[in-house]
C-alpha cells in the first residue's frame, strides 16, 4: 500500500483536531472578558501570558461578578496551580532542557496538552503530540480570542453558544480509555470528583481542584500495576 507524502501521524492528527476543537473557545473568553470590562488589548494579552482557559474563565467571572481583581487573580492561579504537577509530570518525558526551550515548553503545560502527551505508546510520540497540540492550540485560541474581543459588540449572550463546554468535553474523551482500564483508576477518579463537589460550598474557586489531587494518593495503595513492554521506534533500532 502506497502512503502519501503528506499524511499524518495518529499524535500529530489528534493534535490538530483537538488544538482546533478546543481553541474556538477562545471565541468565548474574548467576548466574557471584554464583556466584563476588560480592554481587547488586556484581553488578549491574558490569553498570550496565561494561557490556561479555566484560570483565564474565572478571572473574568470574577471581575464581571464586581469582584475585587485581587481575589479573582489569586483564585486564578490557585486553579492554574494543577499545570504545575502536570509539569512535574512530564518534565522527564519530554526530555526539555534548561533555558528558553524549558521555559517554553512549561508554559505550553496545560490540560490538554498533558492529556495527549500521557496517551501515547512512546517517548517519540509524546514529544510529537505535545509540540503539535502546544503549537495548534496556542493559535488557534490566541486568534479567536482576538475575534470574539472584538466582535463582543455584535454578540449577545455568548452563553447561547456553549463553547465553553468543548474543553471539558474533549479532556473527558481524553480521559475515558483510561477510567475503563482498571478499578484504581475509576476509585481515583471517582474520589476526586467526590472530594472536589464536597469542598466547592465552603472554599474559595480553584481550591477544590487543587484539594481533589489528595485522591491520587488512593493510586499509590494497592499492588502496583504490571509494567508496560518498552516500546521502540523502527528508526530508533541500532
Known amino acids: 500500500m502506497r502512503t502519501s507524502a503528506f499524511a499524518l501521524s495518529p499524535p500529530v492528527r489528534d493534535a490538530l483536531g483537538i488544538g482546533l476543537a478546543v481553541g474556538v473557545s477562545g471565541v468565548a473568553f474574548g467576548t466574557a472578558s471584554v464583556a466584563a470590562g476588560l480592554t481587547v488589548a488586556q484581553t488578549c494579552a ?47 518525558l519530554l526530555g526539555a532542557r534548561r533555558g528558553l ?6 508554559h505550553g503545560v496545560i490540560d490538554e496538552t498533558t492529556a495527549i502527551t500521557l496517551a ?17 492550540l496556542f493559535l488557534a485560541w490566541n486568534a479567536t480570542t482576538l475575534v ?18 468543548v474543553g471539558p468535553a474533549i479532556f473527558l474523551a481524553l480521559l475515558w480509555p483510561r477510567l475503563r482500564e482498571g478499578g484504581r483508576e475509576r476509585v481515583v477518579a471517582a474520589l476526586g470528583a467526590g ?18 489531587g ?5 493510586g499509590l495503595v494497592g499492588p502496583a500495576a504490571p509494567a508496560a513492554p518498552a516500546t521502540v521506534d523502527p528508526e530508533e533500532r541500532p
Open 214 to 218: 489528595l485522591a491520587a494518593l488512593a
Open 120 to 136: 501515547q505508546s512512546n517517548e517519540r510520540d509524546a514529544r510529537t503530540a505535545f509540540t503539535a497540540t502546544f503549537a495548534t
Open 46 to 92: 491574558l490569553s498570550l501570558l496565561a494561557f490556561t482557559g479555566a484560570s483565564q474563565f474565572a478571572l473574568v467571572g470574577v471581575i464581571a461578578g464586581g469582584g475585587d481583581l485581587v481575589a479573582g487573580t489569586i483564585g486564578a492561579l490557585l486553579l492554574g496551580g494543577r499545570n504545575t504537577l502536570y509539569g512535574l509530570r512530564l518534565a522527564d
Open 148 to 165: 470574539g474581543a472584538v466582535a463582543t459588540g455584535y454578540v449577545g449572550d455568548t452563553a447561547a453558544f456553549g463553547l465553553d463546554t
Open 101 to 106: 526551550g524549558r521555559a517554553v515548553a512549561a
Open 195 to 212: 472530594i472536589a463537589l464536597l469542598c466547592t460550598p465552603f472554599l474559595p474557586s480553584g481550591v477544590p481542584v487543587l484539594v481533589a
